[in-house]
């Protein structure tokens, strides 16, 4: 197949590779950067458009007055940065894997609407990762105004727009109440019972994880969730919305005394789901309950399946036994209405409560 020319370089197909190569001379030189594959632009002109986005790193321009994105991103980590652990790890990932190597020596002023749309579509990650990234361009363009590096003005990443960016490569699963049994057949202590904390609570695993004993009140049944870990890092709750003080069914109330009294870590100020290996100073870590759910459910015969699948069930299963959206925004603590379909109003604890027993009857069958 012949080269297609393009302003400052080739478009070729590389036979044994089987993917588009854009080539170029720099500094007498020849340089090359894969495009994409068959499957990704079927032809020579597709690949040609994707291919403009990348002689944009041929000629960034260059002003001494401004500053470069490679400068901003250093500021904006030092002024802006968020202070939640996980969130400044996606971050992070997003200006080391693309932004950096991408912009990092251009000026702020090139990451124009058009350019950055059609880079974007030559990122190998999902619609949804893509949608972080312009989102996080967006945020440097709003730090350089702040910073009066360049005018006030309209956000041209207002203006890009990443095709299936709100829909879903997999749709998350959600597990019938015959498969959950089957799944905690198969899971040995403690990861059965954060299994069952999980899809009682619906708690994100890193809100599981991070529970101590003090934060269950035996007495009012109730349980306290205030904190949550990643990578073995403590922080806040995901939103404001995600600390809540929940209700404790007798049943529920049953399997944490259990766990209790089988810890050797049992003392207020000790995680609920402490790891011996680190005598107790951490929880057990996320990969290694990954681990355990994986090799679970394939021993179930149900499939694979990550954590969060327990929190999805958790919703599936509200619906199931009749509880109302209301009821179901304040058990899932979701700040967003859209996030569970909200409407407006307040439920009273008992219906809250009432919610929560259903569930748990459902994952802890009673003696008959």
């Known amino acids: 197949m012949k080269a297609a020319r393009v302003r400052k370089g080739s478009v070729v197909w590389n036979k044994r590779f089987k993917t588009w190569n854009f080539l170029w001379f720099q500094e007498d030189r020849r340089r090359s950067k ?4 068959l499957q990704d632009y079927p032809t020579k002109e597709s690949a040609m458009r994707a291919a403009e986005a990348l002689e944009h ?8 007055s401004l500053p470069t994105v490679r400068f901003l991103v250093r500021e904006f980590r030092r002024e802006k940065m968020p202070e939640r652990f996980s969130t400044r ?23 124009q609407a058009r350019p950055v749309e059609l880079w974007l579509n030559t990122l190998p990650v999902s619609p949804k990762s893509r949608v972080h990234v312009r989102a996080l361009i967006r945020a440097l363009w709003d730090y350089a105004m702040w910073r009066s590096d360049i005018p006030t003005q309209r956000n041209p990443m207002e203006l890009v727009t990443v095709k299936n960016g709100t829909k879903r490569r997999r749709q998350p699963r959600s597990l019938t109440v015959e498969e959950f049994q089957k799944l905690v057949g198969k899971l040995e202590e403690p990861v059965r019972t954060i299994a069952l904390v999980c899809v009682c609570f619906g708690l994100r695993i890193s809100e599981c994880l991070a529970l101590k004993w003090a934060d269950v009140d035996w007495l009012n049944a109730k349980l306290r969730v205030e ?3 990643v990578r073995q890092r403590v922080g806040d709750v995901k939103t404001v919305y995600s600390g809540r003080l929940m209700s404790i069914d007798s049943g529920m109330l049953e399997v944490l005394k259990s766990w209790h009294q ?8 000790d995680w609920v789901f ?5 005598l107790g100073r951490l929880p057990v870590s996320y990969p290694w309950v990954w681990k355990a759910f994986q090799g679970a459910g394939t021993r179930a015969g149900i499939g694979k399946l990550g954590t969060h699948s327990l929190r999805h069930s958790y919703r599936s299963w509200l619906d199931a036994v009749g509880t109302t959206i209301a009821v179901q925004q304040k058990l899932m603590r979701h700040s967003d209405i859209r996030t569970t379909l909200n409407v407006y109003g307040d ?9 929560h027993s259903k ?9 008959s």
Request: proline letters at 7%; charged letters at 20%.
């Open 34 to 37: 894969v495009i994409g594959t």
């Open 89 to 111: 790890l996606g971050y992070e990932a997003w200006f080391k894997n693309h932004i950096l190597p991408r912009w990092g020596g251009c000026l702020v002023t090139a990451m």
């Open 227 to 229: 904190r949550a870990i």
């Open 262 to 269: 089988t810890t050797q870590f049992s003392g207020d100020s």
């Open 57 to 64: 790193a041929l000629d960034c321009p260059r002003d001494e």
């Open 347 to 355: 439920v009273v604890t008992d219906e809250m409560a009432q919610a």
């Open 359 to 367: 569930v748990v009857r459902l994952a802890i069958p009673r003696p």
């Open 274 to 278: 402490a790891s011996p290996v680190k």
